[in-house]
């Protein structure tokens, strides 16, 4: 975009039943104030700024299920944090409310539920690039098992 120059935030939105909730869970596991808060949302980001992660109320929330099922309410995105001790970090965000998945696909990732549902990644920091490109194949981003269970093809996202 033309019109955004440096120092101009960005971020995402969740989609919660308690915005507030989920944002002082956020807030917590991050170590991120909340910045903004009022009835139906709630904003947290980093000291450093640029960047913030929204939560808003939507009444008849249903949480996503991952891995994907068919018939299911799926995952639409969610976020990936790249970790130095896997294990402290997982105790942290189950102590904080998170639930692990059921399903673990890779040694050096944590699949968990944050407390309304949404599915986030911990990524263990062993020298694995959370992006990588190939001029081949496209831009993939996030953790491996995540963008094999979202279907997501750079190829076939090219085409588009």
Known sequence: MRSRTS???????LEAPDPGLLARFYAELLEWPIVHEEPGTAV???????VYI???EAPGYRPPVWPPADGAQRTMMHL????????????EAVALGASLAPEQPQ????????P???PFCLCRDDGWRSV?????RGTTAGCAPCVRASGWSPVARRGR
Do not use: C, I, K, N
Request: glycine content about 12%; proline content about 7%.
């Open 54 to 56: 929204a939560f808003q």
């Open 107 to 114: 040694a050096h990732v944590r699949g968990l539920f944050d």
């Open 132 to 136: 990588r490109t190939s001029p081949a």
């Open 44 to 50: 947290v980001a980093p000291p450093q700024g640029a």
């Open 7 to 13: 120092g101009m935030w960005w971020g995402t939105a």
């Open 80 to 91: 990936d944090f790249r970790v130095a001790d896997l294990d402290e970090a997982v105790a």
């Open 116 to 118: 309304a549902g949404h």
